[in-house]
């Protein structure tokens, strides 16, 4: 769903209601909903997932299953709210949610998953879970709050939430609730790279910009990669 190979995509995808999509396939390197290979998700980009929507969503292969194609830079902004439930995987490199392989999370790029919302977003190998893939940085922004559901994971050495292996990390996470109560966070890497912000191998300083606040049941791993 989106912009085919070797095209950005600048426009408005919503899925509202009480919808239901199942095995949403990019084939290949482009992203499940977002561009295509060689693709990059603009600044006007936006994908909004909200009411008691169902998405069941990959990328075939370097490709973020929502965001853009291998190669493809992330500078839009995904929403995901109300009571939806987003399963989104990359079969390799690309992020669950975010950029593809090379792609990086730039500082325009937004994530927001709020509400009730219940997010499982992983990349098989080394991008990201949420944010950048393999060998590309993060400078954008991750919200999550609410009392949304978050499961974050690298299968290799990229971060939870942040960037993949290789990738510098220089945006912000802020993870808020209330008093009474917040989201639940999740964020692993299978190897070297943090939960919450770089993947192993990058290059550069401490980690910063990582906001975590009160009502939060757990959130796992912040700090730069190994």
Do not use: C
């Not at 190979?5 to 977002?34: K, P, Q, Y």
């Not at 980009?45 to 194609?69: C, H, Q, R």
């Not at 997010?119 to 009392?147: K, L, P, R």
């Amino acid at each position: 769903i989106g912009s085919h190979a070797n095209e950005d995509f600048s426009g408005s995808i919503t899925i509202a209601g009480n919808v239901r999509l199942d095995d949403v396939d990019s084939g290949n390197d482009g992203a499940g909903i977002g561009s295509g290979e060689n693709g990059s998700f603009t600044k006007d980009a936006k994908v909004t997932i909200k009411d008691s929507a169902y998405v069941d969503v990959e990328s075939d292969s370097d490709g973020a299953a929502i965001g853009s194609g291998q190669y493809g830079d992330f500078s839009g902004t995904i929403t995901i709210e109300g009571n939806a439930v987003v399963e989104a995987g990359s079969e390799n490199d690309g992020a669950g949610i975010g950029a593809g392989e090379e792609g990086n999370f730039t500082k325009d790029g937004t994530v927001n998953i709020g509400g009730n919302a219940e997010v499982d977003a992983g990349s098989d190998e080394d991008g990201a879970g949420i944010g950048s893939g393999q060998d590309a940085a993060f400078a954008g922004t991750i919200n999550i709050t609410g009392e949304a559901q978050v499961e974050a994971w690298s299968g290799r050495i990229g971060a939870g939430i942040g960037s993949g292996e290789n990738g510098s990390f220089t945006g912000t996470v802020n993870i808020s609730g209330e008093e009474d109560g917040g989201p639940t966070v999740e964020a692993e890497s299978e190897m070297g790279g943090a939960g919450i912000g770089s993947g192993g191998g990058a290059v550069g300083g401490a980690v910063e910009g990582v906001d975590i606040g009160v009502g939060i049941a757990e959130a796992a791993g912040v700090g730069g990669g190994a």
